[in-house]
């Protein structure tokens, strides 16, 4: 009996390595997703102020508040949000491929 519970027990283990590995995929995949929305919605408020002038009023959303601002004060705050999610969205790109590199190198050296 012993002999039947060893193999089992390591194919169980090997079941809950592999779902680890896709669980951990799928996370940032879903986060890489909701960086990527972010991202485009700061590039279509961008677009839409761009031709307005700078002294226009607009108003933003900062932490659950609405807050009257001008153009001008605000493009910047914008730009710089949006660049640093791009980078968020590279560094989650690079942890993707790497993740999904680990999970192949795991397939390769597993015995089935």
Same mark, same amino acid.
């Given at each position: 009996?012993?002999?039947?519970?060893?193999?089992?027990?390591?194919?169980?283990?090997?079941?809950v390595q592999?779902?680890?590995y896709k669980n951990t995929l799928q996370?940032?995949?879903?986060?890489i997703g909701d960086v990527e929305q972010e991202a485009?919605?700061?590039?279509l408020v961008l677009e839409t102020l761009e031709p307005l002038s700078g002294d226009r009023k607009c108003f933003r959303l900062i932490n659950g508040v609405l807050v009257e601002r001008t153009?001008? %004060?605000?493009?910047?705050?914008?730009?710089?949000?949006?660049?640093? $999610?791009? &980078?968020?969205?590279? %560094?989650?790109v690079k942890q993707y491929r790497t993740k999904q590199d680990? $999970?192949? &190198?795991?397939k390769?050296?597993?015995?089935?």
């Open positions: 009996m012993s002999a039947q519970a060893a193999p089992a027990k390591r194919q169980q283990d090997l079941q592999y779902s680890t996370q940032i995949a879903q986060k485009e919605e700061h590039k153009v001008k %004060d605000v493009v910047p705050a914008l730009q710089t949000n949006a660049e640093g $999610l791009k &980078k968020v969205l590279d %560094d989650l680990d $999970l192949e &190198k795991w390769v050296s597993k015995p089935y």
